[in-house]
């Protein structure tokens, strides 16, 4: 029996499946039920509720089918187009599994016998190079787990490193920000002392003028110290000289009063 999706169900999987409440094609998920089922060998059947009247060369003629075999071999054609596909890159193998369920279903052993060898081999060579994909890409995939599992482990480290490196650049830009503060405390500090140094400097040197100022009057003084001590040195003599003139006229007159005792005057 065929669903009206085109899926091949035998009599005893459609009565069984289909007798269920809400049925759907167990291939594509559609809604389906017994009594829209269609029978693909009505005479078939009716032959064997007949007490199998017919002969075994007429059962093989009823069930070889040419309508039912080429609607398998197409369902055949259609499990190799789709693992050929699924091959390129350009089907999922999940829509291949189901295409070749289908095949598989709609092949019983009375076709068996009349569908085509290289169909069937075909199939068989393709889903072997689909095997052999799926267990490279399986391989590839564990690779990549692994690749991906020591990639996050490297992250976690480089995210443990930057949050380091984080950590210590706010300590940095903390440490900069303390320094660029003294920075400027220290700058201050010389700019007023670079004032104050100006300031001093002009004291010094107006200091310089009055020294300048003083010392020449102090040569002045001293010069002119010289010049009165050198004034006082002649009077000195002067007076020496006078003194010795005194003391020589008072010791004339003395020898004169013992030699004349006489009372006149005496002319010096």
């Not at 054609?77 to 279903?105: H, M, W, Y």
């Not at 950590?167 to 405390?185: A, C, N, Q, W, Y």
């Not at 670079?194 to 001093?200: G, I, N, V």
């Not at 100022?213 to 050198?230: F, G, P, T």
Request: charge should be neutral; charged fraction near 30%; include cysteine.
């Amino acid at each position: 029996m065929t669903t009206l999706c085109g899926h091949i169900y035998c009599l005893d999987c459609a009565t069984f499946h289909f007798s269920r409440e809400q049925p759907s094609c167990a291939v594509c998920r559609k809604p389906q039920s017994l009594d829209q089922m269609i029978r693909l060998y009505p005479d078939w059947e009716d032959g064997n509720t007949q007490g199998c009247s017919r002969s075994t060369g007429e059962d093989e003629s009823v069930s070889s089918s040419p309508v039912s075999v080429r609607s398998i071999e197409r369902a055949g054609e259609e499990a190799v187009d789709s693992i050929k596909q699924a091959l390129a890159g350009r089907q999922q193998p999940q829509d291949v599994f189901i295409t070749c369920n289908t095949f598989v279903n709609s092949v019983t052993d009375r076709e068996r016998r009349h569908i085509n060898t290289k169909l069937l081999g075909e199939v068989s060579f393709q889903l072997n190079l689909l095997s052999t994909k799926i267990q490279d890409d399986a391989d590839r995939l564990r690779r990549m787990r692994s690749t991906a599992q020591s990639a996050r482990a490297n992250e976690a480290h480089l995210n443990q490193e930057v949050q380091k490196q984080k950590t210590e650049v706010d300590s940095l830009k903390k440490e900069k920000g303390r320094l660029e503060s003294r920075i400027l405390h220290q700058e201050d500090r010389i700019a007023l002392l670079e004032h104050q140094c100006a300031l001093s400097t002009e004291d010094a040197g107006r200091q310089r003028v009055k020294a300048g100022k003083a010392v020449a009057e102090l040569e002045d003084v001293r010069q002119e110290c010289e010049e009165w001590k050198q004034a006082a040195v002649k009077a000195k003599k002067k007076y020496h000289v006078l003194k010795n003139k005194i003391e020589e006229t008072k010791r004339a007159a003395r020898r004169s009063r013992a030699h004349d005792a006489s009372d006149d005057l005496i002319v010096i």
